[in-house]
């Protein structure tokens, strides 16, 4: 289904006549555009809604303007409609409930007295063609800026340093950074989320990211040495092969209808065969990506089901190392259950050492970035 056909059975299962979208990925899913100015809020300033004929947008006077003509410049061409309040009147929930009908039966993504509240995630799942087009430019544009600035780094470069260079490599392809980390190598082996610091990086670096545009989102990390750890690239070849066996048990689950749990299965053996049994309990193994850093993140029996064409992000870890890309998951007929499925990694250049890592219990092969050496 297309989005609005989603909507339209989403309307109808729940008996409802409108549904509204003010959360950013949610409105940023449902039109392409982006309705924040405040970041610190959960609410962007401008709401869609949809009541199985016309989206309609609302915004107050100050931002529908400017909103109409930069952030949905195919209004009138996809038939929207556009509803202006003025800002001192309402908030957005107050000019929401201002539109519906007195017997109109109502859901939103956010609190608004009187109507229902929708969780717009199983809505966003699988990805739309255009979704996917999107996706392959954002991935190659996030993995270009990360690995531009990390061919860069020195051993003395302070993670504040690093993270401010990633975000201004990003911004110029205008892509948005929810998420930088930058772990030095103490920090890196200390912690599963190095936040940056003014430590130094010092022998190695992890280098981490969850990018944003459009409301799609693309998850990757990075590996620099410097004067490495003998056990760096064992520990690095061991995450990596976690990674590849969760992607293949995502393979398969697509293709036989499995759950996340059934690949949450697969990386704790994974682990175990890899000679970190129980590694898996430091940290998240990552899970479906899209419209949030992380649609869902898997758990033992976790019963979301494996979707595709969807994208997804496993990001294990092994003691100060870590394997992380986004990567699509397409079937061949567009159907979960579908027989055959495809992987495509998405946040690649190509222009990155790989190595070639094989799934633990599968013939899934995938190539998987490298540490890289700048000693070289």
């Known amino acids: ?64 303007e400017r909103i109409a003509a930069e952030e949905l410049p195919e209004l009138e061409r996809d038939g929207v409609s556009v509803e202006t309040f003025p800002w001192h009147a309402h908030s957005l929930g107050d000019a929401i409930t201002a539109q519906l009908d007195d017997d109109e039966e109502a859901a939103a993504d956010i609190e608004i007295p009187g109507l229902e509240r929708v969780d717009p995630t199983a809505l966003r799942q ?6 996917r087009e999107q996706y392959r430019t954002l991935g190659q544009e996030t993995a270009a800026a990360v690995e531009s600035v990390c061919r860069e780094l020195r051993a003395n470069d302070s993670e504040h340093e690093v993270a401010s260079a990633l975000r201004v490599a990003l911004s110029a392809r205008d892509i948005e950074a929810p998420v930088v980390l930058v772990g030095g190598a103490e920090r890196a082996q200390q912690y599963r989320h190095y936040t940056p610091t003014d430590a130094e990086l010092g022998d190695y670096a992890l280098v981490s990211v969850t990018t944003q545009r459009a409301g799609l989102h693309a998850s990757c990390t990075r590996t620099v040495a410097f004067d490495p750890p003998s056990w760096l690239e064992k520990r690095h070849e ?9 992607l293949a048990a995502t393979q398969a689950a697509a293709s036989d209808s499995g759950t996340a749990g059934d690949v949450f299965a697969a990386i704790q053996d994974a682990y175990d065969a890899v000679g970190w049994d129980g590694e898996w309990e430091r940290h998240h193994q990552g899970g479906a990506a899209g419209f949030a850093g992380r ?82």
């Open 1 to 64: 289904m297309d989005k609005r056909e989603r909507l339209e059975s989403y309307l109808e299962s729940h008996e409802l006549d409108s549904v509204w979208f003010a959360r950013p990925n949610a409105f940023a899913w449902l039109t392409g555009g982006n309705n924040v100015v405040d970041r610190e809020t959960d609410a962007g300033v401008a709401a869609i809604g949809y009541d199985g004929t016309t989206l309609r947008l609302i915004a107050n006077n100050i931002e529908a």
């Open 126 to 131: 699988p990805l739309t063609e255009r979704d």
């Open 238 to 246: 061991a995450a990596a092969r976690v990674e590849t066996t969760a």
């Open 295 to 376: 649609e869902w993140i898997a758990t033992p029996d976790h019963e979301a089901p494996i979707t595709a064409p969807m994208a997804y992000a496993w990001n294990p870890t092994v003691e100060g190392a870590k394997s992380e890309d986004t990567v699509l998951v397409t079937a061949s007929d567009g159907q979960r259950g579908a027989a055959d499925t495809s992987v495509e990694p998405l946040t690649t250049t190509g222009n990155w050492p790989t190595t070639t890592v094989q799934a633990v219990d599968s013939d899934l092969e995938l190539e998987r970035p490298a540490v890289l050496d700048l000693e070289d």
